[in-house]
């Protein structure tokens, strides 16, 4: 897993509050409206006070500052978080040498010794044991073990290898063993590794619409407030009160929604840090809101369901040969076979029947080939020979036995693929192929479906095994044939009907549906195109992470939700403390507002300042943090909102400001 720093590393803390200071220039800070105006009543008051300097307009300009200043500071954490992570994936971003491949057409092997960074796309590189692969690219010949720490955290290595949907590699990732050539897909600072840090440092983020639907609400509340301020000063004026444009500016600051107005972006980046922390890049901050919104995920069964390799996982002999027996001449068979399938079967002998590699002295080597589905091996005068049914029955040229075809029927109706194997003409049995469920998948699809979520597992084989699959791993529903076309036109029918649509995958042929779909998560284990088109790329290549993905996304959406009601409550506190301060003595009748029983109007409207700066502070964990998800309705979870944040909201400022008032009478600051 990445990195993540604690919530408040004190290098963080330093290094965030130098930026703050930094955020204060007003080109800055015109993004956020709230802050800005916040920002010219600072620096209005602090003027009025360099003209005509007394205590309280010192004291009200200093903690408008401070409320600009923790605003810029809680952003700038949330930043720094990120600047953290960066800094540990340039590590793995080093400038290393690579073997360039001067005739990548032939085997020669001969190749120049060049910098990495000088490597272009569709260059071939020779990457050898050790090696550290130097740009992203694609293995179109040999396989590796590779260490993937560097991108994932993860010290277990994997395979990767020509062909298939397993065959991107990643800039600054290490060869562990083996040869391997690739060729190079993405050009020095255009990697994964270049676009991880582009994007955990927030240099690409992008408001997302509920970010700026919040914006443009919060903006309309400011300005409605500063009316409402302009209108009062000629209403104070009309009645003989008189209202300095000190008191002005704290009654604006105080009742616009700054808290939620200095939390928000701090919000928007630590959602994008807390998938980080999940081993999730997301390319977009669309895609986190959108997930918390998802109604149907769409998995791609090899890759992300299963392992993505038919393994063998039995010897079914036939009447009258031991499963020993069996399993040698699986083994002699899959001698030269190199597919995974091959090698699965050699493995499963060794582990299960003690068996050893015969020494091929004399052998003729029968390897695998897609045109006769057979492999093989002719020693001592056998034949023996293991593949697709058919091709052994004619290979032998015998007619299969009734049992024979019954442990076929058996291994088709499991889901699985059969092989036959047979010495010469005698058959000797199947071999069942599997591909594999991952883990624990089967709980996970549960925990989607109590979240409302429908699985629909996508794939190309035929209903039959589709089915077997599809019950083995517990989806609501899938897709048996699927051609990308299929996938796509299902897509798009899903979000004609209104429905969010979340898409896992890691094939080429996922590309167009990883495109097209709302949320869109690509394996790191996947090919390069299917990590191009996603919005979202998964480095631990687990399909169900979409559960933390969603859980993420709907603990966005209700952070913003909750703080903006917190805010809003917040407001309507202030009123009973400012305003009865302004016209007490004007209008005695309003002293039965004072419900705080504030000391003195001076008292009153500093301490509002104050804690409408502080609560900035006090609120900066839970932004970074998030409110915390369960798993309950929408009617529960707007009742809790409004029961903690907006009922707290009104209670809290009440007791902060009087509390507040209390030390600042006491201290005599007003």
């Known amino acids: 897993m990445l990195n993540s720093p604690a919530l408040f590393d004190r290098a963080i803390l330093w290094a965030a509050a130098r930026d703050a200071v930094w955020k204060l220039d007003p080109r800055s800070l015109m993004r956020n409206p709230v802050i800005f105006v916040t920002e010219v009543g600072a620096a209005l008051t602090t003027f009025l006070w360099l003209r005509a300097p007394d205590a309280f307009s010192g004291q009200i300009a200093a903690w408008l500052w401070f409320t600009v200043l923790f605003a810029t500071f809680a952003e700038a954490v949330a930043e720094g978080r990120g600047k953290a992570q960066a800094a540990s994936l340039r590590q793995a971003r080093s400038d290393v040498q690579a073997k360039l491949l001067l005739h990548p057409d032939t085997q020669d092997g001969l190749y120049a010794r060049v910098n990495a960074q000088t490597l272009e796309a569709g260059n071939v590189v020779l990457v050898e044991t050790g090696d550290v692969i130097p740009l992203d690219g694609e293995i179109i010949q040999g396989v590796a073990s590779i260490n993937e720490a560097a991108i994932t955290g993860e010290s277990a290595p994997v395979i990767r290898e020509a062909g298939g949907d397993r065959s991107a590699v990643t800039g600054g990732t290490t060869v562990l063993s083996d040869t391997i050539r690739v060729r190079i897909t993405a050009a020095a600072g255009s990697t994964f590794i270049d676009r991880m840090i582009a994007l955990v440092e927030g240099a690409e983020r992008q408001k997302t619409p509920n970010e700026l639907a919040l914006s443009v609400l919060l903006s309309g509340m400011t300005l409605i407030f500063l009316i409402a301020v302009v209108t009062l000063w000629g209403l104070a004026g009309y009645s003989g009160t008189a209202v300095s444009v000190v008191v002005l500016v704290a009654l604006l600051v105080t009742l616009i929604p700054t808290t939620i107005g200095g939390l928000l972006s701090a919000i928007g980046i630590a959602g994008m840090d807390r998938l980080i922390r999940f081993n999730v890049i997301a390319t977009s901050g669309r895609a986190v809101e959108a997930a918390g919104d998802v109604d149907t995920l769409l998995l791609d069964k090899t890759g992300t369901i299963t392992f993505g390799n038919r393994m063998a996982t039995e010897f079914l002999p036939l009447i009258g040969v031991s499963a020993s027996d069996l399993a040698s001449a699986s083994l002699l068979a899959s001698m030269g076979d190199e597919t995974p399938e091959g090698r699965s079967i050699v493995a499963l002998a060794k582990a299960d029947f003690g ?202 959406l209700m952070t913003r939700g909750s703080l903006t009601t917190f805010s809003i409550a917040n407001d309507v506190a202030k009123y009973f403390a400012i305003l009865p301060a302004l016209f007490v003595v004007t209008y005695p009748q309003m002293q039965v507002l004072n419900v705080m029983g504030l000391g003195s109007p001076q008292s009153a409207i500093l301490s509002a300042v104050i804690f409408n700066a502080l609560i900035i502070v006090a609120l900066i964990p839970l932004a970074l943090r998030g409110v915390p998800y369960r798993l309950v309705g929408a009617a529960a979870l707007l009742r809790r909102n409004l029961l903690v944040y907006g009922l707290g909201g009104l209670v809290l400022p009440f007791i902060g400001i009087k509390v507040i008032d209390l030390v600042v009478t006491t201290l005599h600051l007003a």
């Open 355 to 556: 068996l050893r590699e015969p020494t091929l002295i004399g052998a003729v080597l029968v390897p695998f080939a897609a045109q006769t589905r057979l492999s093989g091996l002719d020693i001592d005068g056998r034949q023996v020979r293991k593949g697709a049914v058919d091709s052994v029955l004619r290979f032998a040229g015998v007619t299969a036995p009734p049992e024979f075809r019954q442990a076929v029927d058996r291994v088709a109706r499991t889901g699985g693929t059969p092989l036959a194997v047979a010495d010469g003409t005698r058959l000797l049995g199947v071999i069942h192929l599997k591909d594999v469920i991952k883990p624990a998948i089967r709980e996970r699809f549960a925990a989607l479906r109590a979240m409302g979520i429908r699985t629909v597992m996508v794939t190309g084989d035929n209903p039959v095994t589709a089915a077997a699959i599809a019950s083995e791993a517990g989806v609501d529903d899938f897709i048996a044939e699927a051609t990308p076309e299929d996938k796509l036109a299902y897509i798009r029918r899903e979000q004609v009907g209104g429905r969010l649509i979340a898409m896992c995958g890691d094939g080429t042929n996922d590309a167009p549906a990883l495109a097209q779909a709302d949320v869109g998560v690509a394996m790191q284990t996947g090919t390069q195109a299917a990590r191009e088109a996603g919005n979202m790329v998964d480095l631990d290549s687990s399909p169900t992470k979409l559960i933390e993905i969603v859980e993420i996304g709907k603990q966005l």
